[in-house]
């Protein structure tokens, strides 16, 4: 099984609702979101990286899904299984967490810690509806599609991890982007903002790769997309350093994981949702009748699959 075929079939196991960046669960005067996640070490992230860069990207994860779905962050739980490496390094991780917990106002309130061979993180984290949940399955045929920040630097930075990059030149990209990916940040204010705006249909994070997650988005809909790639927004000087340093923009900005940004659908026009917002978005395509994803190139149209992250792909 791929791990969409996975999540199909809990859905008929266990519920409909699951699907989404999160759960909406109704409770008095209001609802919450509830979502989590698990990192494993040498799936996830490697021993390499710093252990507080590993603790903020494990609640990171967690509060992006909480934009996606126009969450306000509550709570968290914070479950760890350590191997004597990580144990060693116990205070640098919890240290990190309540420093991120402060800078992104959510509370851990409780959790649990065991032994492992390999270190491995679950985050659970709650959520307040402020105003609507967003949720995957609201957008329609002809919906504009938008992007919240230019793709392609987690892409990069993955790429570049551990290498020695000498040229001064690409110091301060290679830095950007690494940190893209080690400490990527969750667009919770853009989130709570989407949610307020009626006009706003549908909304998803880009964790798996922007092709992978619009076909989430558009299987939830039941429509179909056609972006175009010029107007898809680039990672800062991407396109001029990728060659020396050997990346492939292509890659990185349609199939490249965690980037985190904000993918959604809006009946708005891009200057008047910008407006609204009062910060960029950017549109790159339209929501269409019929299924699948299209990327135009050169005014050629072409059939993009997806070809994001999955862990049981292969």
């Not at 609802?31 to 799936?43: F, G």
């Not at 860069?53 to 479950?79: C, E, H, Q, T, W």
Request: net charge negative.
């Amino acid at each position: 099984m791929t791990e969409a075929q996975l999540v199909r079939r809990v859905r008929e196991l266990f519920s409909p609702r699951i699907g989404d960046d999160g759960a909406v669960v109704p409770v008095e005067n209001g609802s919450l979101v509830l979502t989590t996640d698990m990192l494993v070490e040498d799936v996830d992230f490697t021993r390499d990286l710093a252990l507080r860069f590993i603790a903020r990207k494990s609640l990171a994860v967690n509060l992006s899904d909480l934009a996606a779905m126009g969450a306000a962050p509550a709570y968290a739980l914070l479950a760890l299984a350590l191997p004597p490496w990580a144990l060693a390094g116990a205070e640098e991780m919890l240290t990190a967490y309540a420093e991120a917990a402060r800078q992104y106002g959510i509370e851990i309130i409780g959790g649990d810690f065991s032994r492992a061979e390999k270190l491995t993180i679950s985050v659970t984290a709650i959520g307040r509806v402020v105003t609507r949940p967003l949720l995957r399955s609201g957008a329609k045929a002809g919906d504009r599609l938008y992007l919240s920040r230019p793709v392609g630097g987690s892409g990069a930075g993955f790429a570049l991890l551990g290498k020695d990059v000498a040229a001064y030149e690409h110091r301060e990209f290679v830095e950007s982007a690494i940190r893209r990916h080690v400490d990527p940040e969750p667009e919770l204010a853009l989130g709570l903002a989407l949610a307020g705006i009626p006009e706003v249909t549908s909304c998803i994070d880009v964790s798996d790769g922007l092709s992978t997650d619009l076909h989430h988005l558009c299987e939830a809909s039941g429509c179909g997309a056609e972006i175009e790639k010029e107007r898809i927004p680039v990672f800062q000087e991407l396109p001029a350093y990728a060659r020396t340093l050997g990346i492939d923009v292509r890659e990185v900005v349609l199939h490249g994981g965690e980037e985190y940004a904000l993918l959604f659908t809006s009946t708005l026009r891009e200057s008047d949702l910008c407006q609204r917002l009062g910060r960029p978005v950017y549109a790159i395509g339209r929501m269409t009748r019929d299924a699948g994803v299209v990327l135009k190139d050169d005014g050629v149209a072409r059939p993009l699959t997806p070809g994001g992250f999955d862990h049981f792909g292969g």
